[in-house]
């Protein structure tokens, strides 16, 4: 295995393909000692079975499917998705301290992550949806909320990860997609960093997608990528 150091820590998303594709590049990266985010378009359409087979290939996934409902319409789907052995899950921390409480509850012993302020949104984004505030301010507000409902961490953009490491403290886990090298396309993301800026700057660890899925050689990519990590820990939080 390549990644003995911090290749545990890069989330591969398995984005934009089908089960067929993703399977193929589990069997692929898995080698090089990352792991694999399962979102909403690979869980949408392949389904639970899809996830069994990816973990499978590749062990236990993100299954990033970032819930967002009445609390207990949340907690039921987060009940189902415990039985999948994911390494953890997502919920909105915008849905409010009450379906938070629910989700962390019925994860257990999943691990319960809330999505803060997607890293596609910028400072114009969120005005127009109503928050009078910056990204910054916005991620550490639901930071707070997530903490005192009992998550196990949150999902915000590198570029917030300083500031949420100082809120949260060392025991919280912090997940930063947004990730991309110096000089690549953005693609629909705003808020960006390099991998090494994000886990330099305090995250446990970084998902991955475009960066290395839409590459000609996806293995290339992800071995530059953690190429540029060289050195730095393998997360104790995230294993
Ligand atoms: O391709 P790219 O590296 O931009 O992929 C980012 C991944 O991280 C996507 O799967 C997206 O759903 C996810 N994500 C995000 N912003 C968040 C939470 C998750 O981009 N705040």
Request: with cysteine; aromatic share 2%.
């Amino acid at each position: 295995m390549v990644g003995a150091g911090a290749a545990g820590r890069v989330f591969v998303a398995l984005d934009g393909m089908g089960l067929p594709a993703a399977l193929e590049l589990v069997r692929a990266l898995a080698p090089l000692g990352v792991r694999f985010k399962v979102g909403l378009e690979l869980f949408c359409a392949a389904g639970p079975a899809g996830l069994a087979a990816v973990q499978e290939a590749g062990g236990p996934c993100f299954l990033d499917l970032k819930l967002h409902d009445i609390p207990r319409t949340v907690e039921r789907a987060v009940r189902a998705l415990a039985a999948t052995g994911a390494w953890g899950i997502t919920v909105h921390a915008a849905g409010g301290a009450a379906m938070l409480r629910a989700a962390v509850q019925a994860a257990a012993p999943l691990r319960c992550l809330a999505v803060t302020v997607l890293t596609s949104l910028d400072g114009d984004a969120l005005r127009a949806v109503g928050v009078g505030t910056t990204p910054e301010a916005q991620v550490a507000r639901l930071s707070g909320l997530a903490r005192d409902a009992g998550c196990d961490g949150v999902v915000c953009s590198p570029r917030e990860a300083r500031a949420v490491r100082d809120l949260l403290g060392a025991a919280a886990l912090i997940v930063t997609p947004g990730v991309r090298s110096a000089g690549t396309p953005r693609d629909d993301q705003s808020r960006v960093a390099t991998a090494r800026e994000a886990l330099a700057a305090g995250a446990d660890a970084v998902v991955a997608g475009r960066s290395v899925t839409a590459s000609p050689d996806p293995r290339a990519a992800l071995l530059a990528l953690l190429a540029d990590l060289g050195g730095l820990a393998p997360g104790a939080r995230v294993g």
